[in-house]
Structure formats: structure tokens, C-alpha cells
């Protein structure tokens, strides 16, 4: 079974809901990124989504914008990213991780080389931001060739008829999109996510990931609750913006605001 | 990705791009989710609307009455002369109102705004060219209009962000990545993904997601279609050869488009060269980057090995973009448009030569065109036609220019 489609079964078995947090691959440095995501791990998450910079990060909001900045500063592409993976797997074979990223850097390696090597490093996901279903149907069929799940987007403007088409086209989870924004967006509305991913679970057994707008363990015990899984990016990434030279302090800021997201979700 | 350009049926060309957006493997529509309602109740309505006599009689109306169309097409002699070989026609865009084609394209997608009720407009601009014309109209049509512009443009481009200003619109200087018209591009997008209830988004280049590349081309059309009228008034035939200059491409598409399936008339799109094409320095997808994705949309880009969006470099804010609209790709892939580049030298010889011998200041953009037109009408017969497509004024360049002729005013 893909680690995806394991994870919520064994969460659904305990009762518990997902805690996926987002850092971008090479971000403050390639060398760190493999400890930060043991870090997480041990801190509480579920899953791993794993950004893969890129240079106009046209669906992000400042804080992951500096972000990639920071990685590219290093070259960090998406092989290297990959190569991440593969070095987290040799002491992790059970987390998932999953890619999340633009499509030109996919684009350019190509999807088949991307898919195959992808499955290779022991990633078990991938959400292209850019790429909604109607453009993926090539690249779905490489991820699907090699047991790799696409996760797409939702979001509060999609219509009836595009959430269905979502659905079909979507494997491992899907992503809502709590705001109208980029990444890194206020505060969300808790009773019109639930409204909306009402909306949606009547379309698909799926399981619901929430993300943009979850920053402390209060806004993650709410989404937790009308919710499969909560996603946090930015205020995980702020930790790594302010402590840039502090690796120490990096992996105790992401670990304390990780321990509080998990303990308030879990209560 | 490759495209057999061999029999390529011309007409089948025109009717592209497919419903989904697609000009062959480029265009499309790639942006996250939340602008997909947008993108698709945008594409509705355009479509209606293209097919309501009503709104193409308003169209046309504000084009001759607001815009002053149709432009003239002048035979500049003297140009010719200097050339020593074909004549050479100039399709005078400069003298629409607000001194360049955009305001063709920001009138027909301010109308479009207007039947959406949306009260807010937005819009990316490089030279400030577009920034303006959608300043223009939104000042005429009592919208709110917010104007994105990298922060080194809205420095080398000073005239235009006051005049902006004075329009009544709000210019903000975007500071991330390389602080240029893909910068402001990118931050359009994200005000855009955040106010998509409110706000329309006026895109100025032939490009981004379906369906701007297919709208902005239907509203610059009317460059190509007038242009082949008035050479069936002046010389009784069409032209040999029509020359534009190409960032992301609008008023070469409006020029080529109505062209496409005149076999006899070869087409020459003119890209920012800057330092020359053997180096990085330039603004040359078509002709030296690679098929990716971009805006929106999948076409030429200048990118790096791991695709990685590459800085550009024009004298030209306007060209100073790393992609190009997808309709630019396609064309270039079945060879019915040769595409070409001229270097930021060149640019500026041609700007000083028709400034001083014709009396026409064209703008550094145009400048392209008219330097690689000249070049061109040097190797054809003097029976032979040449049009230029002269996109813009070059008034919002004089201080760009001084500055390199080591003048300061």
C-alpha cells in the first residue's frame, strides 16, 4: 500500500487526524533539510510536504517567496530535492512524502525521468500548484505507473461541477484551500471550511487536508476538527526565516510550534 | 515536443486556439485552482460577448472615437532611402491615444469588465505602456485600478508611473525576484488570487492562461486587418514582409495574426538581442530559450538547466521578459513566422535614425522592429513592401536615452 493511503487508515484506526507541515526543500540550506524533516517527524507530523523552490513562486506569499529565494541562493533544484528524499528514506521507510512545488521544474527534467526517479527516492506523492487536472492527464498517468498519488487543489471558488472533476482526477488526499489568497494568507473561517468541505466529502471518500491560514495550535485544533488532516506551511517556514544561521534553534522552534499543533489537535 | 511544419493547413492555424486554450502543445491554462472559476466564467462571457453585434459596435466605437483609429499607414520615404531597398510602410500605433497599440487591448478588456460588474481593475505593466492605457480607461470608466511594476521599471520608466499616478491609479513597485515586468506579473496574480471577487484582471501581453492569449490577440487584431486594407488603398497588393517587435508578444500578434494564412507574405518577429544572443543577456525565448511553463501558460522561456525562470536583459522595459505568448510559440514551431533579434545597439541606432530623418521617435521597443526592418528592406527589391509595426511613442524613453548618450536633462 502507498504510505499515503496507509497513513490515514492507521489514522482513521487511532481516531486521529493528520498533521502534515510543509518546509521548502533547501531552505536555509540543502545540508539541513533532511535533519528538519526527522525534526518534524519526531515533533508530530504525519505526513511530509516537501516545496521544491522555484522562481516565481506566483501562488505563494512572501514568506515561502524568501523561502525558495534562500534555497536557490543554493542551487537546490529538484534532483536535489529528490536526493533529499532518498537520504530521509534511508532512516525513515514510513512517513510520507510528498512533492510540492510548480510544474516548469517537472517540466524541463520531464514527466516519465521525474515520475521514475521520484518513485526511485521513495516519494509517495506530488501536488503541482500550477497544474490543475485538465492539463495533468500525462503526467498522472507516469505518477499512477509508478504507485505515486497527484494531490490536487480545492478551493473556496470552485464550483460544484469542477470539485467533482477534482475528485475523479485525485489520489492519496485533497488539498482545500481555506482563503482566497496566496500562502501565508489571514486568518480562515472555520464554519465556512466546514460548509465547504461538506460540500466536497459528499463527492469523495478522499481524505480532507486543510491548508493556507493554520498558524498555532488553536487554529489547528479547529481545522482539525472539521477535517482529515491540517497543513501548516508558512508559520513553520517563519521559524526558519528568523533563525536563518541557528540551525539549533530552527529545529527547537519547528519542534515546540509542531508539539503545540499536535497536542491541541490531539486533545 | 516537436511539431511536423511540413503541410500545415493555414486556415486550421486561425482557428486556434482549441477550446481548452491550446495552441498545439502551448497556451493552456495553468494557475492554481482558485482562478480557475475566474478563468472560466472569463472565458464564457468572452465568448458570448465576441458574437454580440451590440458590444462590437461599442468596441469599435470607443477604437475610432476614443483611441482615434484607424492608425495611419505612412510610407516613410526617407527611411526607405537610407535602407536602399524595398519601401518601407510604418504602421503608426505610436499615434493611438496614450502613444502605443495597448490601449487596443485595455479598451476591449475594460469593456469586459465593465459586463462582469466587477469594480476593480489590476494590471502588470514593464514599460509602463500598458499600465498607462489601463490607467486611461479605468479614469474613463470610473473603475479602481491598480497598476504592479517591477521596481527597476518604475525607475527607468519615471514618466509613465506619474502619468499613471495622475490617471489616478496606484503604481506599486514589486521588489521580489529580478524587480521587472515577470516580477510584477507574478504579484498581479497573487492580488488577483486574493480579490478575485471584486477585482478584473486586465493582462496586457498575449499571454498568461486561457483565455487572455486569444482575447488580447482579437483585440490587437485590428493592427493586421487595417494594415491589409490600407496596402490594397496605397500599392493594390499586400506587403512582402510585416515586421514587429516581440516581448510577449501583443502587437505582433495583432500585426500577424490577420496574415496568417497569406502564404505570400513573409512575417518577421523582432526580439530584444540586449547584449547580443551569444551570451545571457538578452530577452530571446523564441529564439534561444526552451518549452516550459510560465504565467499560466506553456511556451518559450528563458530557463535555466533546472528550470529555473532566468533574468532577462533589454534596453527595453517592454521586452524584458522572460517568456512569450503561446500563439508566438506555435508560429515559430510550424515556421510561419521567422523569429529574429535585434541587439540594444541596434535598437538605439534605429531610434536615433527615424527620430532624425523621419521625425518619428518611435519607442525603444519599436525600435527593434525598425532596426531589423531596415536591415531586411536592404536585401529586397525596391518594388518590394515592407511594413514595421511602430508599437509606441518613444517620449517615456527620452531619459533612458540621454542617460546612455551620457546626457543628463
Given at each position: 500500500?502507498?504510505?499515503?493511503?496507509?497513513?490515514f487508515?492507521?489514522?482513521?484506526?487511532?481516531?486521529?487526524?493528520?498533521?502534515?507541515?510543509?518546509?521548502?526543500g533547501?531552505?536555509?540550506?540543502?545540508?539541513?533539510?533532511?535533519?528538519?524533516?526527522?525534526?518534524?517527524?519526531?515533533?508530530?507530523?504525519?505526513?511530509?510536504?516537501?516545496?521544491?523552490?522555484?522562481?516565481?513562486?506566483?501562488?505563494d506569499?512572501?514568506?515561502?517567496?524568501?523561502?525558495?529565494?534562500?534555497a536557490?541562493?543554493?542551487?537546490t533544484?529538484?534532483?536535489?530535492?529528490?536526493?533529499?528524499?532518498?537520504?530521509?528514506?534511508?532512516?525513515?521507510?514510513?512517513?510520507?512524502?510528498?512533492?510540492?512545488?510548480?510544474?516548469?521544474?517537472?517540466?524541463?527534467?520531464?514527466?516519465?525521468t521525474?515520475a521514475?526517479?521520484?518513485?526511485?527516492?521513495?516519494?509517495?506523492?506530488?501536488?503541482?500548484?500550477?497544474?490543475?487536472?485538465?492539463?495533468?492527464?500525462?503526467?498522472?498517468?507516469?505518477?499512477?505507473?509508478?504507485?505515486?498519488?497527484?494531490?490536487?487543489?480545492?478551493?473556496?471558488?470552485?464550483?460544484?461541477?469542477?470539485?467533482?472533476?477534482?475528485?475523479?482526477?485525485?489520489?492519496?488526499y485533497?488539498?482545500?484551500?481555506?482563503?482566497?489568497?496566496?500562502?501565508?494568507?489571514?486568518?480562515?473561517?472555520?464554519?465556512?471550511?466546514?460548509?465547504?468541505?461538506?460540500?466536497?466529502r459528499?463527492?469523495?471518500?478522499?481524505?480532507?487536508?486543510?491548508g493556507?491560514?493554520?498558524k498555532d495550535?488553536?487554529?489547528?485544533?479547529?481545522?482539525?476538527?472539521?477535517?482529515?488532516?491540517?497543513?501548516?506551511?508558512?508559520?513553520?517556514?517563519?521559524?526558519?526565516?528568523?533563525?536563518?544561521?541557528?540551525?539549533?534553534?530552527?529545529?527547537q522552534?519547528?519542534?515546540?510550534?509542531?508539539?503545540?499543533m499536535r497536542?491541541?489537535?490531539?486533545? | 515536443?516537436?511539431?511536423?511544419?511540413?503541410?500545415?493547413?493555414?486556415?486550421?492555424?486561425?482557428?486556434?486556439?482549441?477550446?481548452?486554450?491550446?495552441?498545439?502543445?502551448?497556451?493552456?491554462?495553468?494557475?492554481?485552482?482558485t482562478?480557475?472559476?475566474?478563468?472560466?466564467?472569463?472565458?464564457?462571457l468572452?465568448?458570448?460577448?465576441?458574437?454580440?453585434?451590440?458590444?462590437?459596435?461599442?468596441?469599435?466605437?470607443?477604437?475610432?472615437?476614443y483611441?482615434?483609429?484607424?492608425?495611419?499607414l505612412?510610407?516613410?520615404?526617407?527611411?526607405?532611402?537610407?535602407?536602399?531597398?524595398?519601401?518601407?510602410?510604418?504602421?503608426?500605433?505610436?499615434?493611438?491615444?496614450?502613444?502605443?497599440?495597448?490601449?487596443?487591448?485595455?479598451?476591449?478588456?475594460?469593456?469586459?469588465?465593465?459586463?462582469?460588474?466587477?469594480p476593480k481593475?489590476?494590471?502588470?505593466?514593464?514599460?509602463?505602456?500598458?499600465?498607462?492605457?489601463?490607467?486611461?480607461?479605468?479614469?474613463?470608466?470610473g473603475l479602481?485600478?491598480?497598476v504592479?511594476?517591477?521596481?527597476?521599471?518604475?525607475?527607468?520608466?519615471?514618466?509613465?508611473?506619474?502619468?499613471?499616478?495622475?490617471?489616478?491609479?496606484?503604481?506599486?513597485?514589486?521588489?521580489?525576484?529580478?524587480?521587472?515586468?515577470?516580477?510584477?506579473?507574478?504579484?498581479?496574480?497573487?492580488?488577483w488570487?486574493?480579490?478575485?471577487?471584486?477585482?478584473?484582471?486586465?493582462?496586457?501581453?498575449?499571454?498568461?492562461?486561457?483565455?487572455?492569449?486569444?482575447?488580447?490577440?482579437?483585440?490587437?487584431?485590428i493592427?493586421?486587418?487595417?494594415?491589409?486594407?490600407?496596402?490594397?488603398?496605397?500599392?493594390?497588393?499586400?506587403?512582402?514582409?510585416?515586421?514587429?517587435?516581440?516581448?510577449g508578444g501583443?502587437?505582433?500578434?495583432?500585426?500577424?495574426?490577420?496574415?496568417?494564412?497569406?502564404?505570400?507574405?513573409?512575417?518577421?518577429?523582432?526580439?530584444?538581442?540586449?547584449?547580443?544572443?551569444?551570451?545571457?543577456?538578452?530577452?530571446?525565448?523564441?529564439?534561444?530559450?526552451?518549452?516550459?511553463?510560465?504565467h499560466?501558460?506553456?511556451?518559450?522561456?528563458?530557463?535555466?538547466?533546472?528550470?529555473?525562470?532566468?533574468?532577462?536583459?533589454?534596453?527595453?522595459?517592454?521586452?524584458?521578459?522572460?517568456?512569450?505568448?503561446?500563439?508566438?510559440?506555435?508560429?515559430?514551431?510550424?515556421?510561419?513566422?521567422?523569429?529574429?533579434?535585434?541587439?540594444?545597439?541596434?535598437?538605439?541606432?534605429?531610434?536615433?535614425?527615424?527620430?532624425e530623418?523621419?521625425?518619428?521617435?518611435?519607442?525603444?521597443?519599436?525600435?527593434?522592429?525598425?532596426?531589423y526592418?531596415?536591415?531586411?528592406?536592404?536585401?529586397?527589391?525596391?518594388?518590394?513592401?515592407?511594413?514595421?509595426?511602430?508599437?509606441?511613442?518613444?517620449?517615456?524613453?527620452?531619459?533612458?536615452?540621454?542617460?546612455?548618450?551620457?546626457?543628463?536633462?
Amino acid at each position: 500500500m502507498n504510505r499515503v493511503d496507509q497513513c490515514f487508515a492507521d489514522l482513521k484506526a487511532a481516531g486521529k487526524k493528520a498533521l502534515i507541515p510543509y518546509i521548502t526543500g533547501g531552505d536555509p540550506k540543502p545540508n539541513l533539510t533532511v535533519e528538519l524533516m526527522h525534526t518534524l517527524v519526531e515533533s508530530g507530523a504525519d505526513i511530509i510536504e516537501l516545496g521544491v523552490p522555484f522562481s516565481d513562486p506566483m501562488a505563494d506569499g512572501p514568506t515561502i517567496q524568501l523561502a525558495c529565494e534562500r534555497a536557490l541562493a543554493h542551487n537546490t533544484s529538484l534532483k536535489d530535492i529528490l536526493g533529499m528524499v532518498k537520504e530521509f528514506r534511508e532512516t525513515n521507510t514510513k512517513t510520507p512524502v510528498v512533492l510540492m512545488g510548480y510544474l516548469n521544474p517537472v517540466e524541463v527534467m520531464g514527466y516519465e525521468t521525474f515520475a521514475n526517479l521520484a518513485k526511485a527516492s521513495g516519494l509517495d506523492g506530488v501536488l503541482v500548484v500550477d497544474m490543475p487536472p485538465e492539463e495533468s492527464q500525462e503526467l498522472a498517468g507516469y505518477l499512477k505507473e509508478n504507485d505515486l498519488k497527484m494531490i490536487f487543489l480545492m478551493a473556496p471558488t470552485t464550483p460544484d461541477a469542477r470539485a467533482k472533476t477534482i475528485c475523479e482526477h485525485g489520489s492519496g488526499y485533497l488539498y482545500y484551500v481555506s482563503v482566497k489568497g496566496v500562502t501565508g494568507s489571514a486568518a480562515l473561517d472555520v464554519a465556512d471550511v466546514k460548509a465547504n468541505l461538506d460540500r466536497i466529502r459528499e463527492k469523495t471518500d478522499l481524505p480532507l487536508g486543510v491548508g493556507f491560514g493554520i498558524k498555532d495550535g488553536q487554529t489547528a485544533a479547529a481545522v482539525a476538527k472539521v477535517s482529515d488532516a491540517v497543513i501548516v506551511g508558512s508559520a513553520l517556514v517563519r521559524c526558519i526565516e528568523e533563525n536563518e544561521n541557528a540551525p539549533e534553534v530552527i529545529k527547537q522552534k519547528l519542534s515546540s510550534l509542531m508539539k503545540e499543533m499536535r497536542e491541541a489537535m490531539d486533545a | 515536443m516537436s511539431i511536423d511544419n511540413t503541410n500545415v493547413d493555414l486556415k486550421a492555424v486561425t482557428e486556434l486556439p482549441t477550446e481548452t486554450g491550446h495552441f498545439g502543445p502551448y497556451g493552456g491554462r495553468f494557475v492554481s485552482e482558485t482562478l480557475m472559476a475566474a478563468l472560466d466564467d472569463l472565458t464564457e462571457l468572452y465568448e458570448r460577448l465576441s458574437k454580440d453585434p451590440a458590444f462590437q459596435a461599442e468596441y469599435d466605437k470607443d477604437l475610432a472615437h476614443y483611441v482615434g483609429r484607424p492608425s495611419p499607414l505612412y510610407f516613410a520615404e526617407r527611411l526607405t532611402e537610407k535602407a536602399g531597398g524595398a519601401k518601407i510602410y510604418l504602421k503608426r500605433e505610436d499615434l493611438n491615444h496614450t502613444g502605443a497599440h495597448k490601449v487596443n487591448n485595455t479598451i476591449g478588456q475594460a469593456l469586459l469588465a465593465k459586463y462582469t460588474g466587477k469594480p476593480k481593475v489590476i494590471a502588470e505593466t514593464g514599460a509602463g505602456q500598458h499600465g498607462v492605457a489601463t490607467a486611461t480607461v479605468a479614469a474613463r470608466l470610473g473603475l479602481q485600478c491598480t497598476v504592479f511594476m517591477g521596481k527597476t521599471d518604475v525607475e527607468r520608466q519615471k514618466l509613465n508611473v506619474y502619468r499613471m499616478r495622475l490617471l489616478g491609479a496606484e503604481v506599486v513597485p514589486v521588489t521580489s525576484g529580478t524587480a521587472t515586468l515577470k516580477d510584477a506579473m507574478n504579484e498581479a496574480m497573487r492580488h488577483w488570487v486574493t480579490n478575485v471577487d471584486d477585482t478584473f484582471y486586465i493582462i496586457g501581453t498575449a499571454a498568461g492562461p486561457h483565455p487572455y492569449p486569444k482575447l488580447v490577440r482579437d483585440f490587437q487584431s485590428i493592427i493586421g486587418r487595417e494594415t491589409k486594407r490600407q496596402s490594397m488603398e496605397l500599392e493594390g497588393r499586400l506587403p512582402d514582409a510585416v515586421v514587429a517587435c516581440v516581448g510577449g508578444g501583443s502587437n505582433a500578434i495583432g500585426m500577424f495574426y490577420p496574415f496568417i494564412e497569406d502564404e505570400a507574405v513573409a512575417m518577421y518577429g523582432v526580439e530584444a538581442g540586449g547584449h547580443g544572443l551569444d551570451g545571457d543577456d538578452h530577452a530571446a525565448p523564441l529564439c534561444k530559450g526552451k518549452p516550459g511553463v510560465l504565467h499560466g501558460n506553456r511556451t518559450y522561456l528563458m530557463e535555466d538547466e533546472n528550470g529555473q525562470i532566468m533574468g532577462t536583459h533589454s534596453v527595453s522595459a517592454g521586452l524584458d521578459y522572460p517568456g512569450v505568448g503561446p500563439e508566438h510559440a506555435y508560429l515559430k514551431d510550424i515556421g510561419r513566422v521567422n523569429y529574429v533579434a535585434a541587439t540594444d545597439d541596434e535598437a538605439l541606432e534605429a531610434f536615433h535614425t527615424l527620430t532624425e530623418i523621419e521625425g518619428i521617435m518611435p519607442a525603444l521597443e519599436s525600435s527593434h522592429a525598425v532596426a531589423y526592418g531596415m536591415k531586411l528592406a536592404a536585401g529586397m527589391d525596391k518594388d518590394q513592401i515592407v511594413v514595421i509595426n511602430l508599437s509606441g511613442r518613444g517620449d517615456k524613453d527620452i531619459h533612458t536615452v540621454a542617460s546612455l548618450d551620457g546626457i543628463e536633462i
